[in-house]
């Protein structure tokens, strides 16, 4: 894959990923999410990606709307904790459009009260909606318990009472201390020559004002070990349990998230689904995951049962996990894993948004482009000894949390 990166005077970078097809997707990341908020002031961020689609200085809320769905386009949006994404596709010929419209909204919003005060609502509305999904909220919950008192450790959505006191200063000051230029990526894949790319880009964002504001993100400590079960008017268990894991900069994460596809990942044959899913049908789901920030990151496993099952469905998690602990795998078993993980990786590639944003982070969190190839390197390079001390730290129960939320 050919890519090719863009660099402003304003410090905003542009990669273009060229590949022969019809549909562009096109992204702008922003390196500023909840974890850059200030007590008081949650849910910041996913307020203001609201807001993005309101109104500009030059376009209503129904012209933003319409602008990219006017030619078949899709405008899309999400928050994450260290993230804001704003992403379309559309026609080739039309890349123009997301361009002009992803500088217009990023920099020239007015954030009309009117539109503050309804989207205020529409989040209130959202945030019920959540509370109603215990599958989804224990995840933040679990976040909250193994980052407390960090930037990690508080819902996306916020806090009601914070959100409904936001005002237009409010988003403003949040603008101008994170919506940094220099931590600022567009990324671009279709069918393009770098000229044509540039030419665009440099009439959209040259002109934009740079903005270097110092990132000043507080460093998260370790937690003590926590097991909270909590009573809700629910019909069955969801129960979480993880640590504190590693960073997007430290070398062991390629080993743990090969060792997270094994255990809970993608498909239906890894170890926790086969083991306790398919051969005893006691979770309905199943799952382990593993997100990497900035400066740490977080394994979790997941799992939802009937209440007469959760202790014997705990009881083989562990078991599972003690097997990795004492014996690892053999090389044979290692293969396997890597081929598995490699196939998939390069599957999920078919799926260019998620590719293109992929990128765009690499260009983020590296300043380079972490091709294909080298992450199969990477992979291949995971020894059987490092998989199994990697095992040994994420899984000691000294370390590990956990979060049950259990019918009243």
Not at 10 to 31: D, E, F, K, M, W
Not at 54 to 60: C, D, L, P, V
Not at 164 to 191: M, S
Not at 366 to 373: G, H, K, M, T, V
């Amino acid at each position: 894959m050919e890519y090719e990166v863009i660099r402003l005077d304003n410090g905003i970078r542009v990669v273009l990923h060229r590949q022969a097809s019809p549909i562009t997707h096109t992204c702008l990341v922003v390196n500023a999410g909840a974890r850059d908020e200030q007590a008081g002031k949650y849910g910041m961020a996913h307020f203001i990606e609201h807001l993005l689609f309101k109104q500009t200085e030059r376009r209503s809320t129904q012209q933003i709307l319409n602008y990219i769905e006017a030619v078949g386009g899709d405008l899309n949006a999400y928050t994450t904790k260290e993230y804001t994404c704003i992403h379309a596709s559309l026609l080739n010929p039309h890349l123009h459009k997301a361009l002009d419209l992803f500088e217009d909204i990023i920099f020239h919003s007015t954030f009309p009260e009117e539109e503050m005060e309804k989207e205020k609502g529409v989040i209130v509305d959202e945030m019920a909606s959540y509370l109603d999904s215990p599958e989804e909220s224990i995840i933040d919950d679990y976040e909250d318990l193994v980052f407390k008192n960090s930037g990690l450790g508080h819902n996306i959505l916020g806090l009601e009472e914070d959100l409904l006191a936001f005002d237009r200063p409010d988003v403003q000051k949040f603008l101008q201390e994170n919506y940094n230029t220099h931590e600022i990526v567009v990324g671009i894949t279709g069918d393009y020559d770098l000229k044509t790319v540039e030419r665009m880009v440099r009439r959209y964002f040259e002109p934009v004002p740079e903005n270097n504001s110092p990132k000043l993100r507080a460093q998260v400590g370790r937690t003590i070990a926590q097991h909270i079960e909590i009573e809700k008017p629910i019909n069955q268990v969801h129960y979480m349990l993880g640590a504190q894991a590693y960073s997007i900069r430290d070398d062991r994460k390629t080993g743990l998230l090969l060792l997270n596809n094994l255990l809970g990942g993608m498909g239906m044959s890894s170890i926790l689904n086969l083991s306790i899913r398919e051969k005893y049908g006691i979770a309905y789901t199943i799952e382990s995951n593993y997100t990497m920030f900035s400066d740490t990151g977080l394994f979790t496993i997941y799992l939802g049962t009937d209440v007469e099952k959760v202790k014997r469905a705990k009881r083989l998690v562990f078991k599972e996990l003690d097997k990795l602990k004492d014996k690892g795998l053999t090389e044979i078993q290692l293969k396997k894993a890597k081929n598995k993980f490699k196939g998939q990786i390069a599957l999920a590639e078919e799926n260019r948004m998620s590719m293109i944003i992929a990128v765009a982070k690499n260009i983020m969190d590296y300043d380079r482009i972490i091709s294909l190839d080298e992450v199969f390197a990477k992979i291949d390079a995971v020894s059987a000894r490092e998989f199994h001390d990697i095992a040994i730290d994420i899984f000691d129960e000294a370390k590990l949390s956990s979060l049950a939320f259990v019918p009243e």
